[in-house]
């Protein structure tokens, strides 16, 4: 892959955790490093599955807490999930 | 043989996913035949309950709590995945699981049946909340889910009447046909790829069954504008919070005093036709006070329940977590433990009931071992007796007075040592632990049904009177039974306590109290304080031999303030802030966590904690000559 379209790649898909409020897109990959929550990570991933949180999912950021804009209320498809900032970094979107 | 493979009670399960609705389906089905224990070994509550169909079929069905899969996260999540592989010791293994999906949001549900699916155990899918759904515009093709899931589909409406009906009438079909026995599971814990192909395949299915209308619940959407809103959110939560505090703290009063006054009634009743001595004084000092005691609480505790079951069944529960997550959080705290901690202001009886509104079990313990440093009404007698007693009525600044100044330093010294511990305990004890990230769903918004409230209110009502109430009353009867034995010998002089085993444990334990100031009188009251903290002013009263009457709270303070140095007065104010002066909050903490382990930590750090603290205050206001 060449350094131009690595980041464009980067670009175009950035971590939920880092979008702001009325940001709404489609999940391109939950990706989750090691670190990310302080639960494993593989772990992190099978509870965003089960919270509706899979590639393909329409997402929306409703709501932010007061401090630090954190935690987020995120519209999942049809239902709403509020999580912390911290481990929505590991759901990547477009 | 066979008439009783065809009568016999059948066992069938309930599950599903947290908001669901299961547990007002639960209601709708069983009403007030449920019973409320604890799975054996675990802190998790069993529900039960019989449901006698048309054509006569029994069915206990066991509400099981909720979970998104079979991985079981959590000691609730387990009981579940056990019950439903029938690995549960002395729990019989489901012979149908009833699984409940909320009709307005099927996503999760669907992939918790997909799941399900694969333990090739009987199986009904029911789809709740339809009248919502259908209100919605959502429209559900009943036969292509059925078909492309493989499981039977039923709907139901739990908070409308004969919104069951058809389910009731499913299951009372399905009691009929033969039992399917069970059979070794070979079942093995999902991993992340079955995971996402169970939910791939759910949103499958729900596109070619389901038709959802584009907008989304206008109403959640518009209330949330206003709620979830960082500042004024906030604000409203607190309006919230503090309506409910006043409700515990000030509504519940007058009913607590009817209750103790007509106990009280009771015991002068019982002192007038009983012959003085012994039976009199068990009758009314140990039996009748002892019930008093605990049903004194239930006002509290109705009231309480009222409101967290309003906001549960509205849906605001999850928000105000939303909310308050951070600030808890700083604290080592779960979001929701801010209603049992507020709650505790009133008495930590009700705040540790409340701790079930958190789900995960440390949080929740963390929760309640903390709950008990809240200042609690039990204290305001104390507080106040010694503060007009031992602190001059004058202005600081001009602007506030000292004794109210005082008054607040014990509220924020409650506060400070409760959120400390919970710093400390998260810092030292469960570093190593996963703390569950904050994740949770936010359901649409309901309106609560007044029937599923009312039987939510008899639960807790029967629980706290069956379970917590033996507990407290066996602890009234000994601390009353330590207090009257011996008797005094005829012709004594000193007051009846003087002579009991009370007063030897107050001598016993005087050296070693001698160190925060305190004398001996103070030692001996502090043993029936146990009771409730308030008893023990009471009790100074009966050891320095004041008669009761109109004016004795002044006159034990003039008592006080001329036999106490300040020293001795600050230590004791110190020591009311921390020491586990409750026997009824030790007993509804064993019967909450299940264990007296727990219990015995809790009395220990407050015990530690309330020594420490005295003796330090003693020992400076002793220097500066206080």
């Known amino acids: 892959m060449s350094e131009s379209s690595q980041s464009l790649q980067e670009r175009q898909y950035v971590p939920l955790g880092e979008a702001r409020r009325g940001f709404r897109g489609r999940i391109h990959a939950i990706i989750v490093k090691e670190g990310t929550s302080q639960l494993p990570a593989e772990e992190l991933e099978r509870r965003l599955i089960e919270l509706g949180f899979i590639e393909g999912a329409l997402v929306e950021i409703l709501h932010e807490g007061i401090f630090g804009r954190d935690p987020i209320a995120v519209r999942v498809n049809a239902a709403s999930v509020a999580l912390r900032r911290r481990e929505a970094m590991a759901i990547l979107v477009s | 043989m066979n008439v009783i493979a065809r009568t016999g009670v059948r066992h069938f399960a309930l599950i599903g996913t947290p908001n669901s609705g299961k547990t007002a389906l639960f209601n709708a089905l069983t009403g007030s035949r449920q019973k409320v224990a604890n799975y054996p070994g675990v802190t998790v509550e069993r529900k039960s309950g019989a449901v006698e169909t048309a054509s006569g079929n029994i069915i206990t069905l066991v509400d099981l709590p909720g979970t998104y899969s079979l991985r079981a996260r959590s000691p609730d999540e387990e009981v579940t995945r056990d019950v439903v592989l029938g690995r549960f010791p002395g729990e019989t293994m489901p012979e149908l699981l009833v699984c409940v999906a909320d009709a307005t949001n099927l996503r999760l549900g669907l992939r918790l049946v997909i799941e399900l699916k694969q333990l090739g155990r009987p199986l009904l ?214 209603i049992p901690l507020l709650s505790s202001f009133a008495c930590a009886i009700p705040g540790i009931m409340a701790a079930r509104v958190i789900d995960n079990r440390r949080d929740r313990l963390m929760t309640i071992l903390v709950a008990p440093l809240m200042t609690c009404s039990a204290r305001i007698p104390v507080y106040t007796l010694i503060i007009s007693a031992f602190i001059p009525a004058r202005e600081v600044w001009g602007l506030f007075s000292l004794q109210g100044l005082v008054m607040f330093a014990l509220y924020a010294a409650g506060i400070i040592a409760a959120l400390s511990v919970s710093f400390l305990a998260k810092f030292f004890f469960w570093r190593e632990d996963q703390t569950p990230p904050f994740m949770l769903e936010l359901p649409d918004y309901k309106l609560p049904r007044p029937r599923s409230i009312a039987i939510g209110l ?85 050891v320095y031999a004041i008669q009761d009457g109109k004016d004795a709270a002044e006159q034990i303070g003039h008592v006080l303030a001329s036999q106490w140095s300040l020293a001795t007065a600050l230590a004791l104010l110190v020591w009311y802030i921390f020491a586990p002066q409750c026997a009824s909050t030790l007993a509804v903490i064993k019967r909450e966590t299940g264990s007296w382990r727990w219990m015995a930590i809790t009395f220990g750090y407050m015990l530690a904690l309330a020594y420490l603290a005295s003796w330090v205050t003693y020992s400076i206001a002793a220097a500066f000559g206080g």
């Not at chain 2, 507990?471 to 034995?485: D, Q, R």
Request: hydrophobic fraction near 55%; glycine fraction near 8%.
């Open chain 2, 125 to 338: 899918l029911v789809l709740n909340m339809i009248d919502i759904a259908h209100r919605r515009a959502i429209g559900i093709d009943l036969d292509q889910l059925s078909a492309e899931l493989g499981v039977p589909v039923v709907t139901a409406a739990a908070v409308r009447r004969g919104g069951t009906d058809v389910l009731v009438h499913r299951l009372d079909q399905m009691a009929g046909e033969p039992r399917c026995p069970p059979e070794d599971s070979t079942w093995t814990a999902t991993t992340t790829s079955e995971l996402r192909a169970a939910q791939r395949e759910a949103d499958r299915i729900i596109a070619l069954a389901v038709h959802m209308p584009m907008k989304p619940d206008t109403l959640t959407t518009r209330l949330d504008a206003v709620l979830l809103h960082p500042l004024a959110g906030l604000l409203i939560l607190l309006f919230v919070l503090f309506v409910m505090f006043q409700a515990v703290f000030t509504w519940a009063q007058p009913l607590m005093d009817l209750i103790s006054s007509g106990f009280d009634a009771l015991g002068a009743l019982t002192h007038e036709v009983l012959p003085a001595g012994l039976l009199q004084s068990f009758i009314q000092d140990g039996v009748i006070s002892g019930v008093g005691s605990v049903v004194v609480f239930l006002p509290q505790i109705l009231i309480l329940f009222l409101f967290i079951l309003l906001l549960e069944d509205f849906g605001y529960m999850a928000r105000a977590a939303f909310l308050m997550d951070r600030i808890m959080g700083g604290a080592g705290l779960h979001g929701r433990a801010f």
């Open chain 2, 458 to 542: 008899l639960t807790r009502a029967k629980m706290f009177l069956q379970r917590a109430g033996t507990t407290i009353f066996s602890m009234m009867v000994v601390i009353w039974f330590l207090a009257s034995f011996p008797r005094p010998p005829e012709g004594a002089t000193r007051s009846a306590i003087d002579y009991s085993l009370a007063a030897m444990i107050g001598h016993w334990i005087e050296p070693l109290l001698a160190p925060v100031g305190f004398n001996w009188q103070i030692s001996v009251a502090l043993v029936p304080g146990m009771a409730a903290r308030e008893v023990a002013v009471a009790a100074l009263g009966t």
